[in-house]
DNA sequence: CAACAGTTTAGAATAAATATAATGTATTAT
DNA sequence: ATAATACATTATATTTATTCTAAACTGTTG
């Protein structure tokens, strides 16, 4: 299967070794036709679902953490009470339903290149992200 | 004293009573020469500091969040363990530095306006956040 | 097959945020 | 003013996401 040597490939690239559960976990993350957004406690529940193998709470963490750090995966900033991580990696941002508690992408296309004409002494921008939180609109605005 | 009354001013037009204890988390907030960002914790320390009052958590939280939704203090979306609020609510974004985990304006002169070319039906822009996380810069990159 | 390095897991620990309920204080109507 | 009422404060308990721990397990290597 060449989709479970990608798994292989990114997990040992990711310094883990390729066990059942983390390659379960790279099917749900990486074998999707399209990129989504999650949260832990919805990946444990997809990996319920769909597998007959059991994944521990830890186990998820510390793949999901071992990913982002080696840029497979992204979280997203947003101060919710649980942290949302997002597939897609390419360089996007997100609209956030604040009544819904969910992410929407904006493509890049959407939104102009954001420059910051600053810079920090010895320090430098590793990421840039927008997040425009959105609501109903109900017409009428108190 | 004008700050005082203009400090009940604030609590009534959240809903609150002026209270010695919201009146005291006003003069903290509101009386500084600089605007600031805090997390609930440091704003607790500072008062405790400040204060012959003892004010709880409880009072500290509930009043936070009502001056937020009455938009005289802003939440920072970010991915920390705390929740970082800022007394600044003009309108700018934010440097996040990863390794001291701190806060840093950027100013909106600094940063052009980000114009987002995409709606989402019957919903409304609520606000819009740039986080640049930083990082030291070692010149060299692994 | 023994030894070792790394894994998984259940459950414990931690810590932020929220809820609770008893006590205290400000406001209102009298 | 004073009593009655509505709202506040507080210490403590609860909740919940995340991290930690230590024991059992797996797989690889000599």
Redesign the interface.
């Known amino acids: 299967m060449a989709h479970s040597d990608q798994y292989i490939d990114k997990l040992r690239k990711s310094g883990l070794r390729p066990t059942k559960q983390r390659i379960k976990i790279c099917e749900v993350l990486f074998d999707a036709e399209k990129t989504f957004h999650f949260t832990i406690k919805e990946l444990v529940k997809i990996i319920e679902n769909q597998a007959n193998i059991k994944v521990s709470l830890a186990t998820v963490y510390n793949t999901v953490h071992a990913f982002i750090k080696k840029g497979y995966l992204k979280?997203?900033?947003?101060?919710a009470s649980q942290?949302y991580y997002d597939t897609n990696v390419t360089h996007h941002h997100h609209?956030?339903?604040?009544e819904e508690n969910k992410l929407?992408d904006?493509?890049q296309?959407?939104?102009?290149e954001?420059?910051?004409?600053?810079t920090?002494p010895?320090?430098?921008?590793?990421?840039?992200?927008?997040?425009?939180?959105?609501?109903?609109?109900n017409q009428s605005q108190k």
Chains 1, 2 share one sequence.
């Open positions: 979280e997203i900033p947003l101060n942290s609209f956030f339903d604040e929407i904006i493509h296309d959407d939104v102009d954001v420059n910051i004409k600053r920090i010895g320090k430098k921008i590793r990421s840039v992200e927008v997040i425009a939180k959105i609501v109903s609109d």
